[in-house]
């Protein structure tokens, strides 16, 4: 039970920006939302987390509605390089990844 | 800086027999965690150590599955009597600290049992 629901993929042109979309809308008060992406053949890499707050790192910005229920992650001027899978993860201390979506980049 | 390293990257076995897998977390980080990946599927949580303690072993699928880490560094994920179905990536993370911290994943160890 990945306990988060997303498009199993998604398409972007390089150098616009890529909105992953994720609900969670069982999360509990104390659980972070997480995303982390694999591009192929590697290990999962942290991308950015929050609790309530919109949240921006030089990777991404989050999007938490205010019933925390969704969240979007927004890659601003997506690159051939963010071609991957990118899940989004609920949860503390362990992470329970679902399928996540696959990013397609195309020049 | 070095980052988590999992050794071997490639283990090929047969049926049957015992394969350790190991995992060097980053310097000074105290919480570890062990994922496998099959194809096509997302991690799936194995087990995490804070320390030299396993702090939650929910995820072991079964009892031939082992993990110790005995000074709180490098940790070993033990497998008895092989079966096809555990072949997968097996994947390590290291945090700083349990919880709200990110976890850098090493880069894998590709378990094939014939």
């Known amino acids: 039970d990945a306990k988060t629901t997303q498009p199993p993929s998604m398409d972007c042109a390089e150098g616009r920006a890529a909105n992953l979309p994720c609900n969670h809308s069982?999360?509990?008060?104390?659980?972070?939302v997480y995303w982390y992406r694999q591009i192929h053949s590697q290990g999962p890499q942290y991308i950015i987390h929050g609790l309530k707050n919109n949240e921006t790192n030089e990777m991404a910005s989050l999007i938490i509605t205010e019933d925390r229920k969704s969240s979007t992650l927004i890659l601003p001027h997506a690159t051939l390089r963010d071609t991957a899978v990118y899940y989004c993860i609920r949860g503390y201390s362990t992470l329970t990844f679902g399928k996540g979506t696959m990013l397609l980049v195309s020049p | 800086g070095a980052g988590v390293s999992q050794t071997p990257s490639n283990k090929v076995t047969e049926k049957g027999k015992y394969v350790e897998l190991r995992c060097d977390p980053i310097s000074g980080h105290t919480a570890l965690y062990w994922y496998r990946q099959s194809l096509g599927q997302g991690p799936e949580f194995l087990i995490y150590?804070?320390?030299?303690?396993?702090?939650?072993d929910s995820g072991l699928p079964n009892d031939r599955f082992f993990a110790v880490r005995p000074e709180g560094s490098v940790s070993t994920l033990k497998i008895q009597r092989t079966e096809r179905g555990d072949s997968a990536v097996y994947l390590c993370?290291?945090?700083?600290?349990?919880?709200?911290?990110?976890?850098?994943f090493g880069p894998g160890t590709r378990l094939t049992v014939l």
């Open positions: 069982t999360i509990s008060g104390n659980e972070y």
């Open positions: 993370a290291s945090s700083l600290t349990p919880g709200e911290t990110e976890q850098f």
């Open positions: 150590f804070q320390g030299t303690g396993a702090a939650d």
